[in-house]
């Protein structure tokens, strides 16, 4: 699939195949505008394009009224306009979402297309403490599914004006590229190594980046312990004492030995100065 956009998200619609990308909106407009802006782009590039927002189904046409031939799209499947994949009020198993959607990618290639571009509005599903849990654990899941090769581009959308902002930093940081400012890390699922990071990991933000460890240990190492967890950290750009340790921490609970594979002088340089039980230098 080539490799995906990982960092900053400047402008949705440069969203290759294969792309996993948050986008935090503040008003109803700027999320429509995006989402018609990157569906468009999913059309040109024959995929299937799913959207998935709550309300009823004419808002919802109405939404994309901006996309040639609507009816028409609608009724071949070439456009499908769903409710959100999970809410409070309708809790699935991840494990039921993720072959839901699997099966929906193998449905569009067997109908011709290229693979399947979501746009998802997870404001709801954030709202709920225990839903986002789950959400975030599917993912942590879909995303690794789209390393190996599942044809899927998703941009997962929420108002952040609702969302909790410790919650809203913790998402975006578990998605290879997200826009806003912070954090300023990402954490995702990469070829070759259970995961790769991207940015910077100060004491600020150690949080929302032992949430994001957590959710990859936690499902990355099962079914046993003792796994050795690559973490790429080529496009790791700085890495502080706390979030260093963190690593640390978050791996010993869940009995894992993490491998820093391609660390920079940085972090080469941080790493003797430190006693720590569970991580590792790469050669």
């Known amino acids: 699939m080539g490799s995906r956009n990982a960092g900053l998200l400047t402008d949705p619609t440069e969203l290759r195949p294969g792309d996993h990308a948050c986008f935090g909106f503040a008003t109803r407009t700027e999320f429509v505008d995006a989402a018609v802006a990157v569906l468009r782009a999913g059309l040109a590039r024959n995929e299937r394009v799913v959207f998935a927002t709550g309300g009823p189904f004419e808002l919802l046409r109405d939404d994309l009224a901006q996309l040639a031939d609507l009816d028409e799209r609608i009724g071949d499947d070439t456009i499908t306009v769903r409710p959100p994949p999970f809410t409070p009020a309708r809790p699935v198993q991840v494990s039921e979402l993720l072959e839901t959607v699997e099966r929906d990618v193998r449905e569009a290639l067997d109908a011709g297309f290229d693979g399947q571009l979501s746009v998802l509005d997870i404001t709801e599903v954030l709202a709920d403490p225990k839903a986002a849990r789950r959400f975030q654990e599917f993912e942590h899941m879909i995303d690794r599914r789209m390393v190996d090769g599942l ?7 929420f108002d952040h004006t609702v969302v909790d902002p ?10 290879p590229c997200a826009n806003g400012d912070i954090p300023l890390f990402r954490l995702f699922a990469t070829d070759g190594h259970h995961a790769g990071v991207w940015g910077e990991v100060d004491a600020s933000q150690v949080a929302p980046w032992e949430q994001a460890l957590t959710v990859a240990f936690s499902h990355g190492a099962a079914p046993g312990a003792g796994l050795d967890y690559r973490l790429d950290c080529s496009q790791l750009q700085f890495i502080d ?6 690593i640390d921490t978050v791996a010993r609970s869940w009995e894992v030995q993490v491998s820093l594979w391609n660390a920079g002088k940085g972090l080469r340089r941080l790493y003797p100065l430190m006693a720590l039980d569970s991580v590792r230098l790469s050669p």
């Open 151 to 157: 044809e899927l581009t998703m941009l997962c959308c």
């Open 166 to 175: 410790d919650l809203a930093v913790a998402i975006s940081g578990q998605h």
């Open 241 to 246: 004492h706390a979030a260093l340790q963190s």
